[in-house]
């Protein structure tokens, strides 16, 4: 599948120059959860390779805590769009 | 009294020269307006610009061109590499650039200066800039009584520049007039002789005008009224060159040791760019000639071929230290050591005996200009804050800032670090190290420059208080060690056991908290912490059991409990400021002040939900 040509660097600045800080803080906040979600996968791919219990219930911990900011981060970005609506 | 004779003097001679002819008078008048021209223009463009140079510098700090880039084309905007300078000392001593970068800042400012010969060679003495300068100076003058404060700065710019054209006029005026008195070409000195004689004026004539623009103005007016020779002119333009630098070091004479590097870094590339022009000048002046004849410009034009000699020898110079600027930069941070960068240690085994004061080092005078580079300073401030809370605590622990942050088991390192009587008091160490620094931090966050941002305001609000938390941190560790000394040799082993396990508790956090202060992935950071916070919960022994397991056995003697239920609460709340203080310092550190993953810090009953369940589990 062919990839999509990268945008030219001037566009993107200025694309940031002319969103909000509402718009940047969202979309970090997006990518700051994609993260997160990777990290739970990568995670998960480790607990089923756990070689000892105290690694899988140290990997167990982390990765619900992973789940319990995703989870925060989720409602702050259903939080941020009633705000954005209900400004509209 | 050296320096108020030599200003008695030099006022007295000043003024008899004036009236000994009138058109001295007019030269000298021409001079004191230009300077007084430039110093409205700073001021000017400090309000005018109202940080946005500080932005503008803050976003060529990564790349030496650009660093390069910004000297050029501010010095050449501003007309004043003084004020360039000042703005790049308080940058590097907020620690928001690096040296290389600055002296990046200062080579670019060099060329810059080579504008403002052109401007007054090729269209100064063409036309009378005193008709241009009066619309300027009534329309600045007007500007300068509104409140608006950039209708104020733009007031000042136009009064500067209005007193800059007069006073070049006043000069050009003044040499012309004072051709027909007295000519000033006898006094050309032919050959080296010439040279170094007029190096040297050059020089000195900086040094009491501290302005080399100034020095190469007159030079060119003079120049202009065929009152010296092109090349004693020439010989004029190098030592303003090396007299700028003078200026400078003096300035940096008592500063931080930012200061100093760069002052040192200007030193030494004019003095080397001072150097090769000096060696070279025969040479120069023939590339002179020829690029004059590319350019079209005349032969006899001297004026324009100096403008044209003083940007061939700056850029010569820049390019001939661009290959060893790094070295340099190298050089000058061995030279010029930055104290702030030496961590507090104190030996666990030994009493403190040091008396020196410790003042704020981050937070000087320079850097309280701007906004960013305050709160810059202020955060470099309170990182030395927690350094020297973490030494203290280790102290309090009885160990070394060396054993909290090595790679070894803290255990084992617990089981051979005995605890020792003949120490100093926390109390003295909290009043020493701790208390001037957070006192320091508090009053300069009531006193930081300009408006800020909301988000800045936030941020300033959430360090202040982490301060407070860090600083009752200490405190706690101060009334835990009382007991950590007392139980440590107690016959109940439990006792003993249980003391150490505290020890080790914060000993552990410390040293977690010092490792993810430097994680580069902030995800990372942010789990790093949840987990250190549910860490804490869990070792609560009143929380997990442990505390009711021991009193119940009757293992721990009854004048115990009651110090041990209070100090696992101390402990506890160590831990607690310790991570928030930590978090708010990596936050701030990142630059994300209200960033995304900021929100996604997990409140405490959102936590306590977690580890409960993995309590039950």
Same mark, same amino acid.
């Given at each position: 599948?062919?990839?999509?040509?990268?945008?030219?660097?001037?566009?993107?600045?200025?694309?940031?120059?002319?969103?909000?800080?509402?718009?940047?803080?969202?979309?970090?906040?997006?990518?700051?959860?994609?993260?997160?979600?990777?990290?739970?996968?990568?995670?998960?791919?480790?607990?089923?390779?756990?070689?000892?219990?105290?690694?899988?219930?140290?990997?167990?911990?982390?990765?619900?805590?992973?789940?319990?900011?995703?989870?925060?981060?989720?409602?702050?970005?259903?939080?941020?769009?009633?705000?954005?609506?209900?400004?509209? | 009294?050296?320096?108020?004779?030599?200003?008695?003097?030099?006022?007295?001679?000043?003024?008899?020269?004036?009236?000994?002819?009138?058109?001295?008078?007019?030269?000298?008048?021409?001079?004191? @307006?230009?300077?007084?021209?430039?110093?409205?223009?700073?001021?000017?463009?400090?309000?005018?610009?109202?940080?946005?140079?500080?932005?503008?510098?803050?976003?060529?700090?990564?790349?030496?061109?650009?660093?390069?880039?910004?000297?050029?084309?501010?010095?050449?905007?501003?007309?004043?590499?003084?004020?360039?300078?000042?703005?790049?000392?308080?940058?590097?001593?907020?620690?928001?650039?690096?040296?290389?970068?600055?002296?990046?800042?200062?080579?670019?400012?060099?060329?810059?200066?080579?504008?403002?010969?052109?401007?007054?060679?090729?269209?100064?003495?063409?036309?009378?800039? +005193?008709?241009?300068?009066?619309?300027?100076?009534?329309?600045?003058?007007?500007?300068?009584?509104?409140?608006?404060?950039?209708?104020?700065?733009?007031?000042?710019?136009?009064?500067?520049?209005?007193?800059?054209?007069?006073?070049?006029?006043?000069?050009?005026?003044?040499?012309?007039?004072?051709?027909?008195?007295?000519?000033?070409?006898?006094?050309?000195?032919?050959?080296?002789?010439?040279?170094?004689?007029?190096?040297?004026?050059?020089?000195?004539?900086?040094?009491?005008?501290?302005?080399?623009?100034?020095?190469?103005?007159?030079?060119?007016?003079?120049?202009?009224?065929?009152?010296?020779?092109?090349?004693?002119?020439?010989?004029?333009?190098?030592?303003?060159?090396?007299?700028?630098?003078?200026?400078?070091?003096?300035?940096? @004479?008592?500063?931080?040791?930012?200061?100093?590097?760069?002052?040192?870094?200007?030193?030494?590339?004019?003095?080397?760019?001072?150097?090769?022009?000096?060696?070279?000048?025969?040479?120069?002046?023939?590339?002179?000639?020829?690029?004059?004849?590319?350019?079209?410009?005349?032969?006899?034009?001297?004026?324009?071929?100096?403008?044209?000699?003083?940007?061939?020898?700056?850029?010569?110079?820049?390019?001939?230290?661009?290959?060893?600027?790094?070295?340099?930069?190298?050089?000058?941070?061995?030279?010029?050591?930055?104290?702030?960068?030496?961590?507090?240690?104190?030996?666990?085994?030994?009493?403190?005996?040091?008396?020196?004061?410790?003042?704020?080092?981050?937070?000087?005078?320079?850097?309280?200009?701007?906004?960013?580079?305050?709160?810059?300073?202020?955060?470099?401030?309170?990182?030395?804050?927690?350094?020297? +809370?973490?030494?203290?605590?280790?102290?309090?622990?009885?160990?070394?800032?060396?054993?909290?942050?090595?790679?070894?088991?803290?255990?084992?390192?617990?089981?051979?670090?005995?605890?020792?009587?003949?120490?100093?008091?926390?109390?003295?160490?909290?009043?020493?190290?701790?208390?001037?620094?957070?006192?320091?931090?508090?009053?300069?966050?009531?006193?930081?420059?300009?408006?800020?941002?909301?988000?800045?305001?936030?941020?300033?609000?959430?360090?202040?208080?982490?301060?407070?938390?860090?600083?009752?941190?200490?405190?706690?560790?101060?009334?835990?060690?009382?007991?950590?000394?007392?139980?440590?040799?107690?016959?109940?082993?439990?006792?003993?056991?249980?003391?150490?396990?505290?020890?080790?508790?914060?000993?552990?956090?410390?040293?977690?908290?010092?490792?993810?202060?430097?994680?580069?992935?902030?995800?990372?950071?942010?789990?790093?912490?949840?987990?250190?916070?549910?860490?804490?919960?869990?070792?609560?022994?009143?929380?997990?059991?442990?505390?009711?397991?021991?009193?119940?056995?009757?293992?721990?003697?009854?004048?115990?409990?009651?110090?041990?239920?209070?100090?696992?609460?101390?402990?506890?709340?160590?831990?607690?400021?310790?991570?928030?203080?930590?978090?708010?310092?990596?936050?701030?550190?990142?630059?994300?002040?209200?960033?995304?993953?900021?929100?996604?810090?997990?409140?405490?009953?959102?936590?306590?939900?977690?580890?409960?369940?993995?309590?039950?589990?």
């Amino acid at each position: 599948m062919s990839q999509p040509p990268n945008k030219p660097k001037w566009q993107k600045h200025l694309r940031k120059l002319l969103k909000g800080k509402a718009d940047t803080d969202r979309e970090a906040l997006q990518t700051a959860l994609t993260d997160l979600r990777r990290k739970a996968v990568e995670l998960e791919a480790r607990l089923a390779q756990a070689e000892s219990n105290d690694e899988a219930q140290r990997l167990k911990d982390k990765l619900e805590l992973i789940q319990r900011h995703l989870k925060k981060g989720e409602a702050r970005l259903v939080e941020w769009d009633d705000q954005k609506s209900k400004g509209k | 009294m050296v320096r108020r004779l030599f200003f008695l003097v030099a006022l007295v001679l000043l003024l008899g020269s004036a009236w000994w002819n009138l058109n001295v008078q007019r030269i000298g008048a021409g001079v004191a @307006i230009f300077l007084f021209g430039m110093l409205s223009l700073d001021n000017g463009f400090r309000v005018f610009t109202g940080g946005t140079l500080e932005r503008l510098l803050q976003r060529s700090t990564d790349r030496v061109w650009k660093s390069i880039g910004f000297g050029i084309v501010t010095t050449s905007l501003v007309q004043s590499s003084s004020l360039v300078s000042v703005i790049t000392i308080s940058f590097l001593s907020s620690g928001l650039m690096g040296l290389l970068q600055g002296i990046g800042v200062i080579f670019g400012a060099n060329i810059g200066t080579t504008t403002g010969a052109w401007l007054v060679s090729a269209i100064g003495l063409k036309v009378s800039l +005193s008709i241009y300068a009066m619309p300027m100076l009534m329309t600045g003058v007007v500007l300068i009584m509104q409140s608006n404060q950039h209708w104020r700065g733009l007031g000042h710019v136009l009064t500067g520049l209005g007193f800059l054209f007069l006073g070049i006029d006043y000069m050009k005026d003044g040499f012309s007039a004072f051709q027909s008195v007295l000519d000033l070409r006898q006094f050309a000195i032919a050959g080296l002789l010439g040279l170094l004689v007029y190096t040297l004026a050059g020089l000195l004539a900086t040094v009491i005008m501290q302005s080399s623009h100034a020095t190469l103005i007159l030079t060119i007016t003079a120049l202009a009224s065929d009152q010296i020779t092109y090349e004693n002119a020439i010989a004029l333009a190098i030592g303003a060159n090396i007299g700028t630098t003078v200026t400078a070091i003096i300035g940096a @004479i008592g500063a931080a040791s930012p200061g100093r590097q760069l002052a040192a870094a200007h030193f030494v590339f004019n003095s080397v760019t001072a150097l090769v022009a000096l060696l070279f000048h025969l040479p120069m002046i023939h590339l002179v000639d020829w690029l004059s004849s590319v350019f079209g410009i005349a032969a006899d034009n001297y004026t324009l071929k100096l403008s044209l000699f003083h940007t061939i020898f700056n850029v010569t110079g820049v390019l001939l230290m661009l290959p060893f600027m790094q070295r340099l930069a190298e050089q000058l941070k061995q030279w010029f050591t930055d104290e702030r960068q030496n961590r507090l240690s104190l030996p666990a085994r030994q009493a403190d005996r040091r008396q020196d004061p410790v003042t704020p080092q981050y937070l000087t005078s320079s850097v309280m200009t701007h906004p960013d580079v305050a709160l810059s300073a202020l955060l470099q401030e309170m990182r030395r804050l927690w350094d020297n +809370s973490v030494a203290v605590m280790a102290y309090a622990l009885f160990l070394d800032r060396d054993d909290i942050e090595s790679e070894q088991p803290l255990d084992l390192l617990l089981l051979h670090s005995a605890v020792h009587e003949q120490t100093s008091d926390i109390d003295e160490l909290y009043e020493r190290y701790v208390r001037p620094l957070n006192t320091a931090i508090v009053t300069a966050s009531h006193h930081l420059p300009g408006q800020l941002t909301d988000a800045q305001q936030e941020t300033v609000f959430a360090l202040k208080v982490a301060c407070r938390d860090l600083v009752n941190a200490v405190k706690d560790v101060k009334h835990l060690q009382k007991n950590l000394r007392r139980y440590h040799n107690h016959p109940s082993e439990e006792l003993n056991q249980q003391y150490r396990a505290f020890r080790l508790q914060l000993a552990e956090l410390l040293h977690r908290l010092q490792s993810i202060l430097n994680y580069p992935d902030e995800e990372e950071a942010l789990l790093g912490f949840s987990e250190q916070h549910q860490w804490v919960k869990k070792q609560d022994i009143l929380k997990n059991g442990t505390f009711d397991r021991l009193v119940a056995s009757g293992r721990i003697p009854a004048e115990a409990i009651t110090s041990l239920m209070n100090d696992s609460e101390y402990c506890r709340n160590i831990g607690f400021r310790l991570i928030h203080m930590a978090q708010k310092l990596y936050w701030a550190q990142t630059g994300s002040a209200v960033s995304a993953l900021q929100s996604l810090i997990l409140e405490d009953e959102e936590l306590q939900e977690n580890s409960d369940v993995s309590a039950s589990e």
